[in-house]
């Protein structure tokens, strides 16, 4: 079966500073990787996804790149805010079956 | 668009009582709903995928009959914890995939389940 792997688990960054959460999966023909980020006590949201046809794909502060070969892919957050801390899940599916990451834990100092 | 809730947001329960959780979608049909379990800073743990009008698919591990599922309509499914203990207290989490051909998920607002 498919095996997430994220990191970091924890990362903190100044306010307006970047923040990069990397991913790898194990199964080539996952074909959809979405990021979510849950808030304390709330569901997770969908915030960016990107499809194996695709290698980037941006919106506004957020974008997520895909290497397919290497079998990973990034959320890059740009110009951070304080309202961008929460816990951020990585995913890779194929079909309805979804395999999610262990999360990582933002903070953003301000 | 792709709105799902979920209903109560948070319940608290004698233990040996039963306790129905329900997930819809509010926007549009979802031909698929998962159940996830979520424990204290760890990630989703899928519980069963429900199909509408079909039996749910239970994860290993995880008990048909103490976790029923019904997925009776194409926005609708409850999950029925049934003669609930402490150690079932947790945080349930339903999501929807919609009927168009997306393979999206689409999460609900989670449902805080405390079993006394």
Same mark, same amino acid.
């Given at each position: ?110 | ?48 995928? @429900?199909?509408? +009008? !079909?039996?749910? =698919?239970?994860? &290993? ?6 976790? #029923? ?25 339903? @999501?929807?995939? +919609? !009927?168009?051909? =997306?393979?999206? &998920? ?6 805080? #389940?405390?079993?006394?």
């Amino acid at each position: 079966g498919e095996n997430v792997e994220q990191h970091p688990s924890t990362l903190s960054v100044q306010e307006g500073d970047s923040a990069v959460i990397k991913c790898t999966y194990s199964d080539s023909a996952s074909n959809y990787f979405p990021w979510y980020k849950q808030e304390l006590g709330k569901g997770p949201q969908l915030i960016i996804d990107i499809r194996s046809n695709v290698g980037e794909k941006k919106d506004q502060r957020i974008a997520v790149t895909l290497n397919k070969t290497a079998k990973h892919f990034s959320l890059h957050i740009t110009e951070t805010q304080p309202e961008d801390s929460a816990v951020y899940f990585c995913a890779a599916s194929r079909g309805n079956q979804f395999y999610f990451g262990t999360g990582t834990s933002l903070t953003v100092i301000p | 668009g792709a709105v799902v809730s979920q209903h109560p947001s948070r319940v608290i329960c004698k233990s040996g009582t039963s306790v129905k959780i329900e997930c819809r979608s509010l926007d549009f049909q979802a031909t698929t709903m998962f159940w996830y379990r979520q424990f204290p800073k760890q990630s989703l743990m899928l519980m069963a995928t @429900s199909n509408e +009008g !079909s039996k749910a =698919t239970y994860e &290993q591990g995880v008990e048909k009959d103490k976790f #029923l599922i019904n997925h009776a309509s194409l926005t609708l499914s409850t999950l029925t914890v049934t003669s609930a203990h402490p150690e079932d207290s947790s945080f349930y989490i339903c @999501s929807a995939v +919609g !009927s168009g051909g =997306t393979d999206t &998920q689409y999460f609900g607002p989670g449902t805080r #389940l405390t079993v006394l």
